[in-house]
């Protein structure tokens, strides 16, 4: 009897061992996929219940052996019984062992599989000639630059204030690096059929000559317009470098734009925005209600 418990604790524990290295293998195959940290924890767990169950089958063999020592005796037909179970738990694991053994081979198979549709996928890939060339990108403007669109329609006509850039220069009349610092300035230009173009030119925003004096940089404009007492308003908003966002207003999209308010309308000193590293690129937006929001 206990040679019997004791073939078949060795059996339990090989196929636990088969399970634990399979469940190993799945994870060492998934692990790309972000799953082996639950797997290990599943193994942890698998270890854990197979320590409880050799606690228990110990405590099993003992009662068992305790059995034996009473005088406890088995008859030719348990004998019998026992070789049966015996040879088929034998079979079992063999089976199982074959199984796990195409898994793995249907595994790698896939895997082999997998690379090389991949790879094929790549191989048919055939780059397309462009419509344009690198020198044909259909600009709406040549004459200057113009950068940080944003588009407003008023009136069937659609009006794009952009980014006054500008070259700098060093001591010697030289292009150096920009720095953006001696952006004053907002480009218009607008269009009624989305191919030919009007350039309205520059609005000086900020700096000494700028309707925002306070202001030193004017970049990443955004408009709105709104109807008041009957007649439409437009509302020109920028960022002052990164510290700020002003607002300038006018009777006409292209101008000429005032600062009503004589200072900036987000500023670092207004709630929720000391905390904020840029203050820039605003963006606007007026709700059918009326309610109008802006973004930076």
Not at 21 to 42: I, K, N, P, Y
Not at 149 to 154: L, S
Not at 164 to 179: P, S
Request: net charge negative; hydrophobic share 30%.
């Amino acid at each position: 009897m206990r040679q019997g418990w004791k073939k078949r604790e060795k059996i339990c524990r090989k196929e636990r061992g088969n399970v634990i290295r399979d469940m190993f293998r799945h994870a060492v195959r998934e692990v790309s996929r972000g799953t082996f940290v639950f797997l290990c924890g599943l193994m942890l767990c698998a270890c854990a219940g197979s320590k409880t169950k050799d606690t228990m089958q110990d405590q099993s063999i003992g009662e068992t052996t305790k059995g034996d020592e009473t005088g406890t005796k088995r008859s030719d037909g348990s004998d019998s019984a026992e070789k049966n179970e015996e040879s088929a738990a034998d079979e079992s694991m063999q089976t199982d062992s074959t199984e796990t053994a195409g898994q793995e081979n249907e595994g790698a198979g896939s895997t082999a599989s997998g690379e090389e549709r991949l790879k094929e996928m790549f191989e048919k890939i055939t780059y397309a000639k462009g419509y344009k060339g690198i020198d044909d990108t259909n600009p709406v403007m040549t004459q200057t630059y113009g950068a940080d669109p944003y588009a407003m329609e008023y009136d069937g006509r659609l009006y794009l204030y952009m980014t006054g850039d500008v070259y700098e220069y060093d001591t010697d009349g030289n292009i150096k690096e920009n720095g953006y610092g001696k952006i004053t300035t907002i480009r218009v230009i607008s269009t009624d059929d989305m191919v030919n173009f009007t350039d309205h030119g520059s609005i000086q925003v900020a700096g000494k000559d700028g309707a925002a004096r306070w202001a030193n940089n004017s970049w990443a404009p955004a408009a709105a317009w709104k109807e008041i007492d009957g007649k439409p308003k437009f509302f020109l908003y920028f960022a002052d470098n990164g510290g700020g966002i002003g607002v300038v207003t006018s009777d006409s999209p292209v101008g000429p734009f005032v600062d009503e308010l004589g200072h900036g309308l987000i500023r670092r000193d207004m709630e929720n925005c000391g905390n904020v590293e840029w203050l820039f690129d605003p963006a606007v937006l007026v709700d059918d209600d009326g309610k109008a929001y802006i973004y930076f």
